[in-house]
């Protein structure tokens, strides 16, 4: 399994970006599909998941009412509508993969079995 990340940039606080994960390389009907993200000397936080098969999603509570995860199954690709962007969501962002749904879980790194590259999105004025 293969992810490409991308749509990452620089944008002033209060904007907005998409990122973009394109999946290939397997069939994704039970994955779960995550974005995780890491600033400078920190440890990979989790962002947002969702389950391919209902399109389920969790948030962070540090985003939650600000972005939205979803996925194009035609298109193999899960989304991450990023709006209100505040100076603290400056980091590389990484999309992440689960071949089966993990009930009560989801939440942590080591819950993944593939990983895209990241995508850096810094913002400010």
């Known amino acids: 399994v293969q992810l490409q990340a991308y749509g990452g940039g620089l944008v002033q606080p209060g904007g907005s970006l998409r990122l973009s994960c394109a999946a290939s390389g397997g069939t994704f009907s039970n994955y779960g599909m995550g974005w995780f993200r890491q600033a400078p000397g920190e440890e990979r936080e989790f962002v947002s998941v969702i389950r391919w098969s209902t399109g389920m999603t969790r948030y962070a509570d540090s985003v939650k009412g600000r972005f939205t995860i979803s996925r194009d199954r035609a298109k193999n690709t899960v989304y991450l509508q990023m709006n209100s962007l505040k100076p603290e969501d400056t980091a590389a962002y990484y999309c992440?993969?689960?071949?089966?749904?993990?009930?009560?879980?989801?939440?942590?790194?080591?819950?993944?079995?593939?990983w895209g590259q990241g995508t850096q999105v810094t913002v400010s004025s």
């Open positions: 992440a993969a689960r071949s089966s749904w993990k009930v009560g879980g989801m939440w942590a790194s080591t819950d993944y079995d593939y």
